[in-house]
Protein backbone atom coordinates (compact mmCIF):
# COMPACT_ATOMS: atom_id res chain seq x y z
CA UNK A 1 0.00 0.00 0.00
CA UNK A 2 1.44 3.19 -0.92
CA UNK A 3 0.77 6.34 1.60
CA UNK A 4 1.98 10.05 1.87
CA UNK A 5 2.64 10.99 5.11
CA UNK A 6 2.49 15.19 5.37
CA UNK A 7 5.13 15.77 7.95
CA UNK A 8 7.68 13.62 6.01
CA UNK A 9 6.53 15.34 2.64
CA UNK A 10 7.94 18.67 4.28
CA UNK A 11 10.99 17.44 4.95
CA UNK A 12 13.43 17.67 2.27
CA UNK A 13 16.33 15.00 1.45
CA UNK A 14 19.14 15.18 3.41
CA UNK A 15 21.58 17.34 1.71
CA UNK A 16 24.54 15.79 3.36
CA UNK A 17 23.57 11.89 1.97
CA UNK A 18 25.23 12.32 -1.19
CA UNK A 19 27.97 13.64 -0.30
CA UNK A 20 28.07 10.81 2.71
CA UNK A 21 27.21 8.38 0.11
CA UNK A 22 30.25 9.59 -1.93
CA UNK A 23 32.51 9.34 1.05
CA UNK A 24 32.00 6.02 1.99
CA UNK A 25 32.16 4.73 -1.55
CA UNK A 26 35.50 6.47 -2.08
CA UNK A 27 36.56 4.55 1.30
CA UNK A 28 35.19 0.62 0.13
CA UNK A 29 37.41 2.11 -2.96
CA UNK A 30 40.39 2.33 -0.51
CA UNK A 31 40.58 6.13 -0.82
CA UNK A 32 42.32 7.66 2.41
CA UNK A 33 39.69 10.13 2.80
CA UNK A 34 40.31 13.15 5.50
CA UNK A 35 36.95 13.53 6.99
CA UNK A 36 36.20 17.53 7.94
CA UNK A 37 32.31 16.89 7.25
CA UNK A 38 30.76 16.26 10.58
CA UNK A 39 30.65 17.91 14.00
CA UNK A 40 31.51 14.90 15.96
CA UNK A 41 34.16 15.22 18.55
CA UNK A 42 37.40 12.64 17.89
CA UNK A 43 38.83 13.43 21.75
CA UNK A 44 37.77 10.81 24.15
CA UNK A 45 35.52 11.74 26.97
CA UNK A 46 37.95 12.41 30.53
CA UNK A 47 38.78 9.73 32.35
CA UNK A 48 37.60 11.05 35.27
CA UNK A 49 34.09 11.53 33.42
CA UNK A 50 34.41 7.69 32.34
CA UNK A 51 35.31 6.85 35.67
CA UNK A 52 32.32 8.25 37.30
CA UNK A 53 29.93 6.41 35.20
CA UNK A 54 31.40 2.61 35.13
CA UNK A 55 31.15 3.61 39.43
CA UNK A 56 27.57 4.40 38.63
CA UNK A 57 27.01 1.41 36.69
CA UNK A 58 27.59 -1.10 39.02
CA UNK A 59 24.79 0.15 41.24
CA UNK A 60 22.32 -2.24 40.18
CA UNK A 61 19.83 0.63 41.56
CA UNK A 62 20.93 2.53 38.53
CA UNK A 63 19.26 -0.09 36.40
CA UNK A 64 15.94 1.14 36.16
CA UNK A 65 13.86 3.87 35.01
CA UNK A 66 15.09 7.13 35.60
CA UNK A 67 13.48 10.61 35.59
CA UNK A 68 12.55 11.99 32.91
CA UNK A 69 13.29 15.62 34.01
CA UNK A 70 16.50 14.54 34.85
CA UNK A 71 17.98 13.47 38.15
CA UNK A 72 18.35 15.89 41.37
CA UNK A 73 22.04 15.83 41.20
CA UNK A 74 22.80 16.97 37.28
CA UNK A 75 20.17 19.87 37.49
CA UNK A 76 21.50 21.00 40.78
CA UNK A 77 25.02 20.89 38.92
CA UNK A 78 23.99 22.66 35.63
CA UNK A 79 22.44 25.13 38.45
CA UNK A 80 25.75 25.63 39.70
CA UNK A 81 27.71 26.16 36.19
CA UNK A 82 25.44 28.60 35.57
CA UNK A 83 26.07 30.55 38.49
CA UNK A 84 29.86 30.29 37.92
CA UNK A 85 30.06 30.67 34.40
CA UNK A 86 27.38 33.69 33.87
CA UNK A 87 26.80 34.76 37.61
CA UNK A 88 23.34 33.30 36.81
CA UNK A 89 20.65 32.11 39.11
CA UNK A 90 18.75 28.94 38.36
CA UNK A 91 16.04 27.37 40.27
CA UNK A 92 17.32 23.81 39.88
CA UNK A 93 13.14 22.52 40.29
CA UNK A 94 11.69 24.81 37.71
CA UNK A 95 14.00 26.59 35.60
CA UNK A 96 16.21 23.57 34.06
CA UNK A 97 15.69 20.47 32.52
CA UNK A 98 17.88 17.52 31.04
CA UNK A 99 17.44 16.57 27.62
CA UNK A 100 19.10 14.20 25.73
CA UNK A 101 21.08 16.54 24.01
CA UNK A 102 20.08 19.87 22.91
CA UNK A 103 19.15 18.57 19.79
CA UNK A 104 16.32 16.43 21.03
CA UNK A 105 15.33 19.31 23.56
CA UNK A 106 14.62 21.27 20.75
CA UNK A 107 12.76 19.28 18.93
CA UNK A 108 10.34 18.31 21.73
CA UNK A 109 9.99 22.16 23.05
CA UNK A 110 9.22 23.04 18.71
CA UNK A 111 6.01 20.54 19.83
CA UNK A 112 4.82 21.06 23.07
CA UNK A 113 4.51 25.01 21.98
CA UNK A 114 3.68 24.94 18.46
CA UNK A 115 0.65 25.03 16.54
CA UNK A 116 -0.17 23.73 13.25
CA UNK A 117 0.20 27.27 11.22
CA UNK A 118 2.22 29.01 13.93
CA UNK A 119 5.14 31.32 12.43
CA UNK A 120 8.85 30.41 13.94
CA UNK A 121 11.57 32.95 12.70
CA UNK A 122 15.02 31.23 12.38
CA UNK A 123 17.93 32.39 11.10
CA UNK A 124 19.65 31.04 7.98
CA UNK A 125 21.96 29.22 7.47
CA UNK A 126 21.00 27.30 10.61
CA UNK A 127 21.44 23.80 12.36
CA UNK A 128 19.10 21.94 10.36
CA UNK A 129 17.06 21.24 14.13
CA UNK A 130 16.40 24.52 14.12
CA UNK A 131 14.32 24.87 11.20
CA UNK A 132 13.12 21.33 10.69
CA UNK A 133 12.01 20.91 14.48
CA UNK A 134 9.07 23.21 13.97
CA UNK A 135 8.59 21.78 10.55
CA UNK A 136 8.06 18.88 11.86
CA UNK A 137 5.67 20.01 14.20
CA UNK A 138 3.48 21.74 11.75
CA UNK A 139 5.03 25.34 12.08
CA UNK A 140 5.60 27.64 9.40
CA UNK A 141 8.91 28.53 9.30
CA UNK A 142 10.35 32.43 7.78
CA UNK A 143 14.04 32.74 7.50
CA UNK A 144 16.41 35.57 8.55
CA UNK A 145 19.54 36.28 6.49
CA UNK A 146 22.96 35.56 8.97
CA UNK A 147 24.81 38.60 8.94
CA UNK A 148 26.23 41.52 11.32
CA UNK A 149 24.09 42.87 14.40
CA UNK A 150 22.29 45.22 13.43
CA UNK A 151 21.19 43.57 9.78
CA UNK A 152 19.97 40.41 11.93
CA UNK A 153 18.21 42.92 14.00
CA UNK A 154 16.65 45.13 10.84
CA UNK A 155 15.74 41.32 9.47
CA UNK A 156 14.28 40.48 12.65
CA UNK A 157 11.85 43.72 12.60
CA UNK A 158 10.57 43.27 8.78
CA UNK A 159 9.88 39.45 9.79
CA UNK A 160 7.73 40.54 12.71
CA UNK A 161 6.39 43.55 10.49
CA UNK A 162 5.56 41.01 7.51
CA UNK A 163 4.14 38.04 9.41
CA UNK A 164 0.93 36.87 9.69
CA UNK A 165 -0.31 35.61 12.48
CA UNK A 166 2.59 37.33 14.90
CA UNK A 167 5.12 35.02 15.13
CA UNK A 168 5.09 32.88 18.14
CA UNK A 169 9.15 32.70 18.62
CA UNK A 170 12.43 32.81 16.93
CA UNK A 171 15.33 30.61 17.34
CA UNK A 172 18.77 32.01 17.74
CA UNK A 173 22.17 30.26 17.96
CA UNK A 174 25.45 32.16 19.35
CA UNK A 175 28.46 30.77 19.03
CA UNK A 176 26.44 30.04 15.48
CA UNK A 177 26.86 26.68 13.93
CA UNK A 178 27.55 26.71 11.05
CA UNK A 179 28.83 30.50 10.55
CA UNK A 180 31.24 30.77 13.81
CA UNK A 181 29.53 34.15 14.29
CA UNK A 182 29.53 35.57 17.86
CA UNK A 183 27.31 38.00 19.92
CA UNK A 184 28.05 40.30 23.06
CA UNK A 185 25.42 41.24 25.49
CA UNK A 186 23.91 44.71 23.76
CA UNK A 187 22.77 42.42 21.11
CA UNK A 188 20.83 40.14 23.69
CA UNK A 189 19.31 42.79 25.12
CA UNK A 190 18.52 44.64 22.37
CA UNK A 191 16.63 40.98 20.98
CA UNK A 192 14.76 40.34 24.35
CA UNK A 193 13.11 44.16 24.47
CA UNK A 194 11.95 43.78 21.33
CA UNK A 195 10.70 40.46 21.43
CA UNK A 196 8.85 41.70 24.75
CA UNK A 197 7.41 43.90 23.16
CA UNK A 198 5.79 42.12 20.33
CA UNK A 199 5.49 39.01 22.66
CA UNK A 200 7.51 36.19 21.06
CA UNK A 201 9.15 33.77 23.19
CA UNK A 202 13.27 32.79 22.34
CA UNK A 203 14.61 29.70 22.04
CA UNK A 204 18.64 30.39 22.45
CA UNK A 205 21.13 27.53 21.61
CA UNK A 206 24.62 27.52 23.07
CA UNK A 207 25.87 24.24 22.42
CA UNK A 208 29.35 25.74 21.79
CA UNK A 209 29.90 28.25 24.56
CA UNK A 210 32.43 26.95 26.09
CA UNK A 211 34.64 26.48 22.23
CA UNK A 212 36.08 30.08 21.74
CA UNK A 213 39.14 31.34 20.99
CA UNK A 214 38.87 35.35 22.25
CA UNK A 215 39.92 36.18 25.54
CA UNK A 216 36.05 37.41 26.48
CA UNK A 217 34.10 34.15 26.67
CA UNK A 218 30.24 33.84 24.92
CA UNK A 219 27.53 35.21 27.32
CA UNK A 220 24.01 33.69 27.97
CA UNK A 221 20.68 35.47 26.97
CA UNK A 222 20.01 34.93 30.68
CA UNK A 223 22.14 37.01 31.63
CA UNK A 224 19.39 39.62 30.49
CA UNK A 225 17.54 39.47 33.60
CA UNK A 226 14.45 40.91 31.44
CA UNK A 227 15.09 37.52 29.29
CA UNK A 228 13.64 35.08 31.76
CA UNK A 229 10.18 36.47 31.34
CA UNK A 230 10.02 34.69 27.74
CA UNK A 231 13.87 32.86 26.64
CA UNK A 232 15.08 29.45 27.35
CA UNK A 233 18.45 27.91 26.49
CA UNK A 234 19.71 25.07 25.51
CA UNK A 235 23.53 23.64 26.48
CA UNK A 236 25.11 20.07 25.69
CA UNK A 237 27.83 18.32 26.80
CA UNK A 238 28.81 16.72 23.64
CA UNK A 239 31.29 19.89 22.37
CA UNK A 240 32.51 21.18 26.11
CA UNK A 241 33.13 17.63 27.54
CA UNK A 242 34.14 15.58 24.42
CA UNK A 243 30.30 13.51 25.12
CA UNK A 244 28.48 13.57 21.77
CA UNK A 245 27.21 9.69 21.99
CA UNK A 246 26.73 10.17 25.65
CA UNK A 247 23.36 12.59 24.99
CA UNK A 248 22.85 14.75 27.19
CA UNK A 249 22.27 18.26 27.32
CA UNK A 250 20.03 20.86 29.53
CA UNK A 251 17.20 23.15 28.49
CA UNK A 252 17.24 26.20 31.15
CA UNK A 253 15.19 29.71 31.67
CA UNK A 254 11.70 30.76 32.07
CA UNK A 255 9.36 28.38 33.59
CA UNK A 256 6.09 28.13 31.71
CA UNK A 257 8.69 27.13 28.71
CA UNK A 258 10.47 24.28 31.04
CA UNK A 259 7.14 23.29 32.31
CA UNK A 260 5.73 22.79 28.80
CA UNK A 261 9.26 20.91 27.62
CA UNK A 262 8.65 18.45 30.82
CA UNK A 263 5.30 17.93 29.99
CA UNK A 264 5.62 16.73 26.69
CA UNK A 265 9.02 14.80 28.02
CA UNK A 266 7.18 12.87 30.61
CA UNK A 267 5.34 11.12 27.69
CA UNK A 268 8.07 10.38 25.21
CA UNK A 269 10.98 9.11 27.67
CA UNK A 270 11.92 8.27 31.21
CA UNK A 271 15.56 10.32 30.85
CA UNK A 272 18.88 9.58 30.33
CA UNK A 273 20.38 6.28 31.82
CA UNK A 274 20.91 7.26 35.36
CA UNK A 275 24.88 6.13 35.27
CA UNK A 276 25.16 8.70 32.53
CA UNK A 277 23.76 11.45 34.27
CA UNK A 278 25.91 10.75 37.28
CA UNK A 279 28.62 11.12 35.02
CA UNK A 280 27.61 14.07 33.72
CA UNK A 281 27.56 16.08 37.14
CA UNK A 282 30.45 14.83 37.76
CA UNK A 283 31.87 16.61 34.47
CA UNK A 284 30.26 19.98 35.50
CA UNK A 285 31.18 19.65 39.13
CA UNK A 286 34.90 18.54 39.04
CA UNK A 287 37.64 20.09 37.69
CA UNK A 288 37.81 21.71 34.31
CA UNK A 289 41.20 21.89 33.03
CA UNK A 290 39.83 18.93 30.32
CA UNK A 291 37.78 22.06 29.24
CA UNK A 292 40.42 24.34 28.60
CA UNK A 293 42.65 21.63 26.82
CA UNK A 294 40.34 20.72 24.64
CA UNK A 295 39.64 24.69 23.88
CA UNK A 296 43.35 24.64 23.42
CA UNK A 297 43.15 21.68 20.74
CA UNK A 298 40.59 22.92 18.88
CA UNK A 299 42.16 26.69 18.43
CA UNK A 300 45.41 25.28 17.52
CA UNK A 301 43.58 23.19 14.66
CA UNK A 302 42.06 26.15 13.46
CA UNK A 303 45.24 28.43 13.71
CA UNK A 304 46.99 25.24 11.07
CA UNK A 305 44.17 25.25 9.07
CA UNK A 306 43.32 28.52 8.30
CA UNK A 307 47.11 29.74 7.42
CA UNK A 308 47.97 26.23 5.59
CA UNK A 309 44.61 27.30 3.27
CA UNK A 310 45.87 30.68 2.99
CA UNK A 311 49.18 29.67 1.80
CA UNK A 312 47.75 27.30 -0.75
CA UNK A 313 45.49 30.43 -1.96
CA UNK A 314 42.06 29.51 -0.06
CA UNK A 315 41.60 32.63 2.28
CA UNK A 316 38.84 31.76 4.62
CA UNK A 317 37.83 34.17 8.42
CA UNK A 318 39.40 32.75 11.61
CA UNK A 319 36.41 31.44 13.62
CA UNK A 320 36.48 33.17 16.84
CA UNK A 321 34.47 29.98 18.53
CA UNK A 322 32.78 27.01 18.09
CA UNK A 323 34.87 24.05 16.35
CA UNK A 324 33.93 25.12 12.66
CA UNK A 325 35.93 27.21 9.86
CA UNK A 326 32.58 28.85 7.68
CA UNK A 327 34.38 28.88 4.23
CA UNK A 328 33.77 30.67 1.33
CA UNK A 329 34.00 28.79 -1.47
CA UNK A 330 37.57 29.89 -3.29
CA UNK A 331 37.37 32.01 -6.55
CA UNK A 332 36.68 29.83 -9.59
CA UNK A 333 34.72 27.68 -8.23
CA UNK A 334 31.83 30.20 -7.01
CA UNK A 335 29.26 29.18 -10.11
CA UNK A 336 29.38 25.03 -8.93
CA UNK A 337 27.68 25.43 -5.57
CA UNK A 338 28.63 23.79 -2.30
CA UNK A 339 27.32 20.56 -2.92
CA UNK A 340 28.56 20.72 -5.88
CA UNK A 341 31.94 22.21 -5.00
CA UNK A 342 32.10 19.44 -1.42
CA UNK A 343 31.59 16.49 -4.44
CA UNK A 344 34.46 17.74 -6.45
CA UNK A 345 36.56 18.64 -3.29
CA UNK A 346 36.08 14.97 -1.94
CA UNK A 347 36.52 13.19 -5.41
CA UNK A 348 39.93 15.60 -6.43
CA UNK A 349 41.55 15.99 -2.94
CA UNK A 350 40.21 13.21 -1.01
CA UNK A 351 38.96 15.67 1.76
CA UNK A 352 35.60 15.74 2.93
CA UNK A 353 33.67 19.04 3.91
CA UNK A 354 29.86 19.92 5.10
CA UNK A 355 27.96 21.68 1.20
CA UNK A 356 26.60 24.88 2.89
CA UNK A 357 23.57 24.47 1.54
CA UNK A 358 22.50 21.84 4.14
CA UNK A 359 22.44 24.66 6.59
CA UNK A 360 19.84 26.74 4.25
CA UNK A 361 19.71 28.70 0.91
CA UNK A 362 21.72 31.72 2.48
CA UNK A 363 24.69 29.00 2.93
CA UNK A 364 25.46 28.04 -0.28
CA UNK A 365 28.27 30.07 -0.74
CA UNK A 366 30.13 28.54 1.48
CA UNK A 367 31.33 25.10 2.95
CA UNK A 368 31.64 23.91 7.07
CA UNK A 369 34.54 22.69 7.86
CA UNK A 370 34.93 20.91 11.03
CA UNK A 371 38.27 21.11 13.04
CA UNK A 372 37.88 17.34 13.98
CA UNK A 373 41.17 15.84 12.29
CA UNK A 374 44.49 15.69 14.03
CA UNK A 375 46.93 18.94 13.11
CA UNK A 376 49.14 15.79 11.04
CA UNK A 377 45.97 15.53 9.12
CA UNK A 378 44.77 18.96 8.50
CA UNK A 379 48.24 19.07 7.23
CA UNK A 380 47.82 16.72 4.83
CA UNK A 381 44.19 17.84 3.55
CA UNK A 382 46.28 21.45 3.32
CA UNK A 383 48.73 20.01 1.00
CA UNK A 384 45.65 17.80 -1.04
CA UNK A 385 43.39 21.06 -1.55
CA UNK A 386 46.65 22.93 -2.41
CA UNK A 387 47.41 20.51 -5.35
CA UNK A 388 43.61 20.32 -6.17
CA UNK A 389 43.42 24.59 -6.46
CA UNK A 390 46.63 24.27 -8.42
CA UNK A 391 46.12 21.72 -11.03
CA UNK A 392 42.45 24.02 -11.75
CA UNK A 393 44.37 27.18 -12.01
CA UNK A 394 46.55 25.27 -14.63
CA UNK A 395 43.63 23.96 -16.18
CA UNK A 396 42.02 27.35 -16.64
CA UNK A 397 45.25 28.94 -17.94
CA UNK A 398 45.48 26.20 -20.88
CA UNK A 399 41.78 27.03 -21.52
CA UNK A 400 42.18 30.65 -21.61
Not at 211 to 228: E, G, T
Not at 290 to 308: M, T
Not at 353 to 372: Q, T
Not at 383 to 388: D, L
Request: hydrophobic share 40%; glycine share 8%; net charge negative.
Amino acid sequence: MEQEFHKIRRLPPYVFAEVNAMKARARADGADIIDFGMGNPDQPTPPHIVEKLVEAVRDPKTHRYSQSRGIPGLRKALSGYYARRFGVEVDPETETIVTLGSKEGLANLSSAITSPGDVILVTNPSYPIHPFGFIIAGAAVRSIPVGPEEELMEALKRAVKHSSPKPTAVVLNYPNNPTAKVVDLEFYEEVVDFCLHHGIYILSDIAYSEIYFDDVPPPSILQIKRAWDIAVEFTSMSKTYSMPGWRIGFATGNKKLIAALSRIKSYLDYGAFTPIQVASAAALNGPQECVDEVRQIYKSRRDVLIDGLAAAGWDIPSPPATMFAWAPIPPGFEGLGSLEFSKLLLSEAEVAVAPGIGFGEHGDGHVRIALVENEQRIRQAIRNIKAFLRGHDQKQAVAR
